[in-house]
């Protein structure tokens, strides 16, 4: 039973690239949460997606940053025009049922560079 | 503001003694509670949760304790291995809440020396 898959595992912009991160959640997951870990942090909140549907996008920027979960296909972060301090790891976690699981499931996480 | 605080950055004891990470909230909504395990370059691991009604959770080597009146949790790993050395985050959860993220503490690094 895979778990959680993200890709790139490692990704390096340039400054005002676009950056596109992805994520597979677990078989029979349809809720996926994106967390952001900034050196020296912890995760933090970023979105939380049901298929075809953003639930709560309160810890995602306003700008330049987009999520999305298809019908069809992975979830997909979208950060445009990157900056250098968007430089982070970026983990993806999913779970099966709506309420009363709280467990949430990560992936190995994306780690993007920003040069 | 941070709602779920690891006040000690890192841990180091001896190989077979007890391990005790501790974690406090200030966020009284907050009704369940879980703790990962991370190494590096990898995601988090999910290890063991409470939920509030209770004040004891067992799995194997892993015990968490949770003192709400004081806010404060605790994960006891006995008797600590090798393999325990790895960031620890403590993790809390609003089951009311119209949300469903997870916050969590900035974690503490455990050493394991053999």
């Known amino acids: 039973n895979a778990g959680v898959m993200q890709n790139p595992r490692h990704l390096v912009r340039r400054r005002g690239q676009e950056a596109r991160l992805r994520c597979s959640p677990m078989k029979g997951h349809s809720h996926v949460y994106w967390y952001r870990q900034l050196p020296e942090e912890g995760l933090k909140f970023m979105v939380y997606l049901q298929k075809e549907n953003i639930i709560d996008e309160s810890g995602m920027p306003k700008e330049r940053f987009s999520a999305e979960f298809p019908k069809e296909g992975p979830s997909i972060l979208r950060i445009q025009q990157v900056v250098r301090g968007d430089s982070a790891a970026y983990f993806c976690a999913s779970s099966m049922r709506d309420r009363g699981d709280y467990e949430q499931y990560f992936g190995p996480g994306t780690r993007l560079t920003v040069t | 503001d941070q709602q779920v605080k690891q006040n000690s950055p890192s841990l180091s004891v001896q190989e077979g003694r007890i391990s005790i990470l501790n974690c406090d909230y200030t966020?009284?909504?907050?009704?369940?509670f879980l703790w990962y395990k991370k190494y590096p370059a990898e995601g988090p691991t999910f290890l063991i949760s409470i939920s509030s009604i209770k004040d004891k959770n067992e799995d194997g080597r892993f015990t968490v304790f949770l003192n709400k009146s004081a806010k404060h949790l605790s994960l006891h790993i006995v008797p600590s291995q090798p393999g325990d050395s790895a960031v620890y985050f403590c993790?809390?959860?609003?089951?009311?809440?119209?949300?469903?993220?997870?916050?969590f503490g900035k974690g503490t690094l455990l050493t394991v020396n053999p």
């Open positions: 966020n009284s909504m907050f009704d369940y």
């Open positions: 993790a809390a959860f609003d089951s009311g809440g119209s949300n469903y993220k997870l916050t």
